[in-house]
């Protein structure tokens, strides 16, 4: 479990299942009843959408999927608000709120039949860590499937203010001098093993800073991570946005760099369902596909981004104001340090550059580097576990169903890639985690 004890991990992560709210409809009279599972129940839609001819014949029109309160949800909020759901045949969809991604993982072993979750807006590796038995409850493997990615790119790592002279980039380095000084860094991400963690100690082992001995990794759920920071609990954290955002308008923190910075276009969340369930009911998994393909196409119209801001910002959902969504979803980045992109060609993507496509070569990354980190055993079957977990073949299926053929890859891998200055070949993993200097494997 790296350097975080398993006691912090409990204390911070081990959130259950009844710490999940369902989150409400868009009807705005809609009542809510609680249960006895602690949830909230779901409102209806209010639009009233007609099933299209080419939706599947689903086995069920029932499914609970889960998310946690960052911009990167929005492709299920908005499939779930603008009715398309309901659009392939998928009328009864739940959309339940997390408090955390320990929360999203306890709900998902437990499946809708026991109170929980079908499948969720997802750290891109949790599903591999749930899968190989590394990160469940019980220790045993729950096999899960990865439909889509969800995004690209959307995420920073932000410091303290405290820490602004030393005017922190791309290069993590001049936290060498901290540390030399005594200090004992505090660096929080969201979940051991997850995107963030990985983000964080690829920024830190590219400047020499070894994550295991030089800092205290602790884990935060994501909508805890500015009032964290302004409570004094980390030095640094890696979180999705809007978190980042709203660190700089409170005048808290700075953001150092956007992960795009790190690794261009690189894979965020995913779209993940529990495998028992996917085979259950193939039709009713791809209907809701092609209903989050539809939303992912609808979230990157530039028209749309602030209509998608307002939806996802309310309280049932982020619950932040709607600048802090929409100013970096448009890739407008003011960094909190006078630094401000307008622009920025790294901002949070959904379906362009195919965002949505879940190639297995990006997946082959968050194994390695969670060998690397002692995550996953060294002598872990990479190739076997992506090839069982990935259902790129779903979303070409899904992709051609909703008249989206075009946007299929020609190859599950984009080939060989930049990361922090260093190659990695997804067709030689062992190469590149062997040239690695800074690791725990």
């Not at 409990?10 to 602690?38: F, H, L, Q, R, V």
């Not at 800092?215 to 609990?233: D, F, H, L, R, W």
């Not at 990157?300 to 309280?315: F, L, Q, V």
């Not at 003011?334 to 362009?352: H, L, N, V």
Request: proline share 5%; glycine share 8%; hydrophobic share 40%.
């Amino acid at each position: 479990m790296t350097n975080l004890s398993r006691r912090k991990f409990i204390i911070t992560a081990g959130i259950t299942a009844a710490g999940a709210i369902i989150a409400n409809g868009c009807s705005s009279n809609g009542s809510n009843a609680d249960n006895s599972s602690g949830t909230t129940n779901t409102a209806k839609p209010a639009a009233n959408v007609t099933t299209v001819a080419n939706a599947p014949k689903v086995e069920t029109t029932k499914a609970k999927l889960g998310f946690i309160a960052l911009t990167d949800s929005a492709p299920i909020i908005i499939a779930f608000e603008k009715g398309l759901f309901q659009k392939y045949g998928m009328t009864d969809v739940q959309v339940v709120k997390q408090t955390s991604w320990a929360a999203t993982r306890d709900n998902l072993e437990l499946g809708s039949a026991q109170g929980g979750i079908d499948g969720a807006h997802i750290l891109s590796p949790m599903p591999y860590l749930m899968t190989a038995g590394a990160i469940t409850k019980t220790k045993q493997p729950l096999p899960m499937h990865v439909l889509a990615r969800l995004n690209t790119n959307g995420q920073a790592i932000s410091v303290s203010n405290k820490y602004k002279d030393l005017k922190l980039g791309k290069d993590s380095s001049p936290l060498k001098q901290v540390i030399a000084g005594g200090k004992k860094l505090t660096c929080a991400v969201t979940f051991p093993g997850g995107t963030h963690d990985l983000w964080m100690r690829s920024w830190l082992a590219a400047g020499g800073i070894d994550p295991e001995k030089d800092v205290e990794i602790i884990v935060i759920p994501p909508p805890q991570m500015v009032a964290s920071m302004k409570a004094g609990k980390m030095d640094a954290f890696c979180v999705g946005e809007p978190w980042n955002g709203r660190l700089v308008q409170e005048q808290i923190g700075y953001s150092a760099l956007v992960t795009g910075e790190l690794w261009k276009d690189h894979p965020e969340k995913a779209l993940s369902m529990r495998a028992d369930w996917v085979e259950k009911n193939p039709n009713a998994a791809k209907a809701i596909l092609m209903a989050v393909q539809e939303a992912q196409i609808w979230c990157d119209k530039p028209e749309n981004k602030d209509e998608m801001s307002k939806i996802i910002a309310t309280g049932k959902y982020l619950k932040v104001d709607t600048i802090a969504i929409s100013d970096r979803s448009k890739g407008k980045i003011d960094y909190g340090t006078g630094r401000i992109e307008t622009a920025s060609p790294i901002a949070m993507k959904f379906w362009d550059d195919n965002a949505s496509f879940p190639y297995k070569s990006h997946d082959t990354w968050f194994l390695t580097e969670n060998m690397r980190w002692g995550q996953l055993p060294a002598d872990t079957d990479v190739k076997a576990l992506v090839e069982k977990v990935n259902r790129s073949d779903m979303w070409k299926e899904a992709a051609k169903a909703i008249g989206q053929e075009a946007a299929i890859p020609a190859s599950d891998t984009r080939g060989v890639e930049d990361i922090l200055g260093v190659k990695f070949d997804p067709a030689d993993s062992v190469s590149y985690l062997k040239g690695l200097k800074i690791k725990k494997a």
